[in-house]
């Protein structure tokens, strides 16, 4: 039916929102993992082309890998696996984004998870924290391009934005 895409920078409050929204919507949580390989990249987005298509559900969708690994490579400096192509056939699919920042680097950075995670290798962990700052920018520069194609886009900020007029644009 459509997926609701919760996207930002690491330390911008991702995690919470989908938790959040998942208890109060009462909405399944579909997590797309971190950095992937060619082939699990592929896996992912078969999976959510089906939930997106052919479920007759919306899931909250933690990340979106035709956004995230366009803004992760660049920031981290390597080619990345997602094309403008890709990126483009991907923002006609069914969706709504909810990217969440609290509009200053520094803070996402206090906040950040440094947990170990299966699906975060501390190697990336530790790359994100260094370039933390460059990713932030590539995602306002990647949400404004987005809103101009005219996507459905929230941007949310704990600090600074009222929860209930999130769930009314919901």
Same mark, same amino acid.
């Given at each position: 039916m459509s997926l609701l895409i919760i996207e930002g920078p690491d330390g911008a409050g991702k995690s919470t929102l989908v938790n959040k929204l998942s208890k109060d919507l009462k909405l399944p949580i579909y997590r797309s993992g971190g950095p992937k390989e060619i082939t699990e990249m592929k896996e992912v987005l078969a999976e959510m082309k089906t939930l997106a298509l052919v479920t007759n559900k919306i899931f909250i969708c933690d990340r979106a890998p035709w956004i995230?690994? &366009? &803004?992760? +490579? *660049?920031?981290?400096?390597?080619? +990345? &696996?997602?094309? =403008?192509?890709? @990126?483009n056939h991907w923002l006609k699919t069914p969706q709504k984004i909810i990217y969440c920042t609290l509009g200053d680097s520094e803070l996402m950075l206090q906040n950040m998870s440094r947990e170990? !995670?299966?699906? *975060?290798? %501390? !190697?990336?962990? %530790?790359?994100?924290?260094? +370039?933390? *700052? *460059?990713?932030?920018?590539?995602? /306002? =520069?990647?949400?404004?391009? &987005? /809103? +101009? !194609?005219?996507?459905? %886009? @929230? /941007?949310? =900020?704990?600090?600074n934005s009222s929860y209930h007029e999130l769930l009314l644009w919901l």
């Open positions: 995230s690994e &366009i &803004i992760y +490579s *660049k920031a981290l400096g390597r080619e +990345s &696996i997602v094309t =403008d192509e890709v @990126f170990n !995670k299966p699906h *975060k290798p %501390l !190697k990336h962990t %530790l790359a994100v924290i260094e +370039s933390h *700052k *460059k990713i932030c920018e590539e995602y /306002e =520069d990647l949400m404004a391009k &987005i /809103e +101009s !194609k005219n996507i459905e %886009l @929230f /941007e949310y =900020d704990w600090q």
